[in-house]
């Protein structure tokens, strides 16, 4: 994939690329009396691949809206990119794009004026020829000058991730980017993850409730329970310290027994 | 504030006009039905009164202006939170201040259209030319455009806190001043202990203004410079509970469910 030089690029992005792309420090946050996520502390190197999983309630899309700055923390910090999120959101958000199932696109909007209304607000500086490559990663070009409505959940879902792509993203946070994609275009969604990640080091924090992805895709997980990280390895290691033959049997017992 | 941010949204709801008559209708619907009704009365009203009543016809089509106005910011925000859409937006770069000048822009749009149709059809229907008014009612109408943005971004913030069960405010709000605004009469007409509230609002000193300059071909300075004054601090006023309540709502995480 060829980089793509947004308008403010080169007055943002950081000299060097930091080793360390999220870092979140005793991340806290409180609903009046409920506590959703505490005191979670964990840091994603450059490149990585890393899941994000527990049951319902876990945390895990609070956590999610806390690095996208949609959420504030009641205590704790994030650092993106080696910058501060709470002083340079604008800035991080350049380099970081979202795709999640549950958010959608303005179904009245074609494909191709949904990309292109992002790529203007990403501020690319070759917005047509952006949108055109990202449709062809996504096989989206016979769907061009559909209209939202015409599309299958799956497609909308492809648009959607389409969108995460168009900044050619150093940071990318995906809320269970696969769940409405059939077998064939859930395989190649993965396997685009995996070459983007290998050729531009991009940097993925993914929540699924697909196990078998999850330890087919991700070189770490962390592993949540009641806003707490119960467990943060490889997903070998993981499943070793349970004593359990895959991620769907180690889900089964912290859902259902409450292990941790 | 960058203006390639504010043309992404602007562009994202002109789209929604290109091919939608249903869009368009609510456009000219309601300011041509009010034209037609009111305009036949005023017809049948001119033989019994003075022609002075011809100003019922200035007072509709401008106070059409501060409708469409307010509706231009809250719709623009409705639709967002219709197609699910707005969690993308802001997890974009894009500030709020940017958000709300595109919307604003919108409501510009959409009074420009309306207005030149109703004036127009006005002129044809029952030969009242608003540009009899004089040059003078240029920098009135923006003081209705600036009354309508303050509105919208009032009932936007509303929207934004409590979800679509305030979606009722972006009808009905702008109605809430019609009555004390001297819209169709003088505020004179008011009970006294009404009239420094009627005072309060700008709406109420353009709608004197127009009567002045109808009744004695007087440019209304004093009118125009309190309509001015007042819509500051009214502007003033909506941005600055916008930004309280977006602060509330990135506290409480409500930006992924105000849709729900």
């Known amino acids: ?260 | 504030m960058k203006w390639y941010r504010v043309w992404a949204i602007f562009t994202r709801h002109f789209y929604l006009y290109k091919r939608s008559p249903a869009r368009w209708m609510a456009i000219f619907y309601w300011p041509l039905i009010d034209l037609f009704v009111w305009g036949f009365i005023t017809i049948y009203l001119q033989q019994y009164l003075s022609s002075f009543v011809m100003a019922f016809l200035g007072a509709l089509i401008l106070w059409d202006i501060l409708f469409r106005s307010q509706q231009g910011i809250s719709i623009t925000f409705l639709e967002e939170v219709w197609s699910r859409n707005l969690l993308n937006l802001f997890v974009a770069p894009l500030r709020p201040i940017e958000f709300l000048t595109a919307s604003m822009l919108m409501g510009f749009f959409m009074v420009t259209v309306s207005t030149l149709a109703s004036a127009l059809l006005a002129w044809l229907f029952y030969s009242f030319n608003l540009l009899t008014l004089g040059l003078s009612l240029l920098p009135f109408i923006l003081n209705l455009v600036a009354m309508g943005w303050a509105i919208g971004v009032v009932t936007t913030a509303i929207i934004l806190r409590y979800g679509q069960k305030a979606e009722v405010l972006a009808w009905g709000l702008t109605f809430f001043f019609q009555p004390i605004s001297a819209v169709f009469y003088p505020v004179e007409v008011l009970p006294a202990w009404l009239q420094p509230v009627a005072r309060a609002v700008p709406a109420t000193h353009v709608f004197q203004g127009m009567r002045q300059v109808m009744r004695d071909g007087t440019f209304p300075l004093g009118e125009l410079l309190a309509a001015t004054a007042l819509n500051g601090i009214y502007l003033a006023v909506a941005f600055a509970f916008f930004y309280w309540i977006f602060g509330q709502v990135k506290e409480l995480g409500l930006l992924m469910k105000v849709g729900e």
């Open chain 1, 1 to 260: 994939m060829q980089p793509v030089n947004t308008i403010e690029e080169q007055a943002i992005a950081p000299t060097i690329a930091p080793a360390i792309a999220v870092e979140a420090v005793e991340l806290t946050k409180r609903f009046g009396d409920t506590v959703a996520v505490d005191h979670v502390s964990f840091q994603i190197a450059a490149g990585e691949v890393v899941g994000l999983l527990g049951p319902n309630g876990a945390g895990k899309t609070t956590i999610l809206q806390m690095l996208l700055g949609t959420l504030l923390p009641t205590s704790g910090h994030i650092r993106i990119l080696g910058l501060d999120l709470a002083r340079h959101r604008e800035a991080i958000l350049h380099q970081v794009n979202f795709s999640s199932t549950y958010v959608s696109m303005p179904t009245s909007l074609t494909v191709r004026e949904n990309l292109m209304v992002f790529a203007r607000l990403y501020g690319l500086a070759r917005p047509k020829e952006r949108v055109e490559a990202v449709m062809k990663l996504f096989e989206l070009e016979a769907l061009r000058s559909a209209s939202g409505r015409a599309l299958s959940t799956g497609q909308l879902t492809r648009v959607c991730l389409a969108k995460a792509f168009l900044n050619d993203p150093r940071v990318l946070f995906l809320d269970e980017p696969t769940a409405s994609l059939d077998p064939d275009i859930a395989d190649k969604t993965r396997r685009l993850l995996r070459e983007t990640r290998d050729h531009n080091g991009t940097t993925i924090l993914y929540t699924s409730h697909n196990m078998q992805e999850m330890e087919e895709l991700c070189d770490r997980i962390i592993f949540l329970h009641k806003g707490r990280i119960i467990a943060m390895d490889t997903p070998k290691a993981v499943l070793a310290k349970y004593g359990q033959a895959n991620l769907e049997e180690l889900f089964l017992l912290v859902a259902r027994q409450g292990v941790t």
